[in-house]
């Protein structure tokens, strides 16, 4: 929600556009949080020359044509499954048909056999040929002596994939160490690559409830949080041996006749396993702090 008092400071902006400006003052916001709050190493990504440019060209187009054709293998092999399920599902169909006309010849013959006079008397039935039922409370039981019988198999699992010996391709591009800036056009377009040596994002509340009770501290805003993240550091030893988190950070603005927002993208290149709570906390934390300091910050825009 836009203050008067922070609509006046986005009027004064050096644009003119006061949703341009707000673009320019998010950016920044998320810059500062990530980079003096969260205390990551950034550094910004530099300029692509013409051979680089070139060879990434190269590279997107092998990566689209392996797209391509796993793309056509695939389809293909949705449609053998789709034969090869009507042709089974026909075979089953006619198997069923034939066995339940077997059943029906056996208890026709069951009957004529029991229709027809015992000369002798009957032999009774040895424990041993007995099929009893077990009691109902027993019933669903299973164990060393009655073991559960297999489960019965579905269609798909009757459905062998034939691929024809096609193979699909596991493509990876091939990119230098550390990436070039990619072609944006957006008026605000900031690109990085961050390292975080600490996880600045752990613990935050412990350690803000031992700076007001046992120390009693008092700071607030801004302050406190850069106060937290910076005992977090101390307290582990950082920097670490290796980067806990290191990720590709792209920041653009998005801007038409009705609205106007900055998105954010993150991609990881170091520490997978702690990269989605990294990412899951930095979501909920900065929609936090902007939506109570954003009008409060008067730092660098550009």
């Known amino acids: 929600m836009l203050t008067p008092k922070f609509l006046k400071i986005l009027q004064k902006g050096t644009s003119g556009n006061v949703k341009l400006e707000w673009c320019k003052r ?24 013409e051979e680089i440019k070139q060879k990434m060209k190269e590279e997107e187009a092998k990566m689209a044509a392996a797209k391509k054709h796993n793309e056509q293998i695939l389809a293909k092999r949705v449609a053998r499954r789709a034969e090869k399920r009507a042709e089974l599902e026909a075979k089953m169909e006619a198997e069923k048909q034939e066995k339940e006309a077997g059943d029906k010849d056996e208890e026709m013959n069951a009957e004529e056999e029991e229709a027809e006079p015992q000369s002798k008397r009957p032999c009774p039935p040895s424990i041993f040929d007995l099929n009893l039922e077990p009691p109902k409370r027993f019933r669903g039981m299973y164990g060393p002596m009655r073991p559960p019988p297999p489960p019965e198999p579905s269609i798909d699992d009757l459905i062998e994939d034939s691929d024809d010996g096609e193979e699909l391709i596991d493509y990876k591009m091939d990119e230098p160490e550390l990436r070039y800036r990619r072609a944006c056009e957006a008026d605000v377009d900031k690109q990085f690559f961050m390292r975080a040596w600490c996880m600045t994002w752990a613990r935050r509340k ?14 607030e805003g801004m302050y406190m949080e850069k106060l937290i993240s910076e005992t977090i550091y ?11 988190v290191g990720m590709y950070v792209w920041v653009w603005s998005v801007i038409d006749e009705n609205d106007a927002k900055v998105v954010v993208e993150m991609e990881c290149k170091e520490g997978k396993r702690d990269f989605n709570t990294f990412y899951q906390f930095t979501k909920i934390y900065i929609e936090k702090l902007m939506g109570k300091h954003l009008g409060e910050y008067h730092g660098k825009v550009e």
């Open 234 to 244: 101390q307290n582990d030893g950082a920097p670490l041996r290796y980067p806990v």
């Open 206 to 219: 412990k350690v803000k409830n031992y700076l007001t009770t046992e120390l009693g501290r008092s700071d």
């Open 26 to 49: 998010v950016s920044a916001f998320i810059l500062r949080v990530l980079k003096e709050v969260l205390m990551l190493a950034v550094e910004e990504l530099p300029e692509a020359t």
